[in-house]
């Protein structure tokens, strides 16, 4: 499980660090307001990522087990549930941003935009499942490699856009998302093709299998969305409610971030499959995990807060002048969302959603809501510290709750 844990977040520290070099061209290529139209309309893409995804792969996570001697039913049905909602879920988003959103109302105004948008939901979406098969089939190293493309591709890409291109910037600045994204899922393709003997997936639309994985998943997908809504909806909350300009400042540093959430966020992933496949073993599990997700995750956030000033100043002096308490103060939550991730990681596995659900959804509401009134009144420090204190209390119920089911017995049925 460590290995797995390793190099899945290597993967995802690969794709965050060429992000951040990505960020740091078009910061320095692109005015503020640019930047920050460009990064509004990436986060409400990831957010129909998250969306479309349905939790499909959390249940190709939780089937795997039953069709490891021959998955490709199960991939392929998972793979064209997942495709469907990605165009239907990017659709409806450019609907809502052309009728009722300010700013971000320029994705569903241009056609170029509408295509890139679409095509990057769908690749996106994708790319996510590609991820939790390979979990699945405890192939972190695959994840590491798409993850180095997806990350040198969008850096590429955005400088041939920034140094060769009379593009329009903010469509430009979402073109690398475009082409990067369809590379990662070509690799995973090839990847698949390997791992399975020559085998090609397919398009398969099976009614009883697409029922078995939406029974299972839509759970799933509902606790996942808890967890990355708020992360989502902030961007869009501080481009309509502060101005494009602190979104800038607000994105980088929550990327910055981001890459601590990675840590907790993909041991807790490695955690659900082991726990799935070895019920037995769980709390020594959540103690391999636990330990792997605080040990990375504080000296992490340790080194990015003492490095702040120096990797905001590379955006600008802006940047770095308002960004460094912001990316500080979010370094805090990494302790926190270890125990959360572990916490949803037994629940998943020990098919305790509803409780999970309980806990998640007081968490999201109470990020958006807090952090919507913190940012308003007290601008973006107001927004980090409201998502800090917000993550800490949650971290310490989950805390308990670990602590309580950890106390019965486990079964190889999975129950506790």
Known sequence: MVLNSVTVIGGKLATMGLGFIFWVIAARTF??????????????MMLCTQIAILGVGSALITHYPQHASDPRRLFENAFSLTTT????????????AGLFLNNL??????????VFFLAATVTGTLGILLDQTSIAL???????????????????????????????????????????????????????????????LRPRVAGPMWRDL???????????????????????????????RDNAVWYT???????????????????????????????????????????????GGALIALLAPFLLQILGKRYAIDGVPVLRILCISVVPLAFTQAYFAICRS??????????????????????GIAAATWGLNGIAIAWTITQTIIGLVCVQRIISIARVPMTAGGDA
């Not at 909602?85 to 809502?96: D, K």
């Not at 997908?221 to 992360?231: D, H, K, S, Y």
């Open 214 to 244: 939406t029974r299972v998943a839509l759970p799933n997908w509902a606790l996942t969305m808890t967890e990355r809504t708020p992360g989502l909806v902030f961007p869009v909350i501080v481009t309509e409610v502060l101005s494009k």
């Open 85 to 96: 909602a990605s165009f239907a879920v990017g659709g409806a988003t450019l609907v809502i």
């Open 138 to 200: 405890g192939r972190g190293d695959q994840v590491l490699m798409r993850g180095l493309a997806f990350g040198l591709v969008s850096v590429g890409v955005l400088s041939a856009v920034a140094w060769g291109s009379s593009i329009d910037h903010a469509i430009g600045m979402f073109v690398p998302w475009v082409v990067a994204g369809a590379v990662a899922v070509a690799i995973g393709g090839w990847q698949l093709r390997r791992a399975l003997n020559g085998y090609i």
């Open 105 to 114: 109302s320029v994705i569903a105004h241009s056609v170029w935009f509408v």
């Open 31 to 44: 005015s503020q307001d640019e930047v920050g139209l460009a990064s509004g309309a990436v986060s409400a």
């Open 253 to 299: 540093a929550w990327m910055m971030a981001w890459v601590l959430f990675v840590v907790p966020i993909s041991v807790g992933l490695t955690l659900f499959a082991d726990a799935t496949n070895n019920p037995t073993k769980l709390r020594r599990a959540v103690r391999v995990g636990l330990g792997t997700a605080l040990g990375i995750g504080v000296a």
């Open 350 to 371: 020990q098919r305790r959603l509803r409780e999970a659900l309980i806990i998640g959804a007081i968490s999201a509401v109470a990020s958006i809501v807090v952090g």
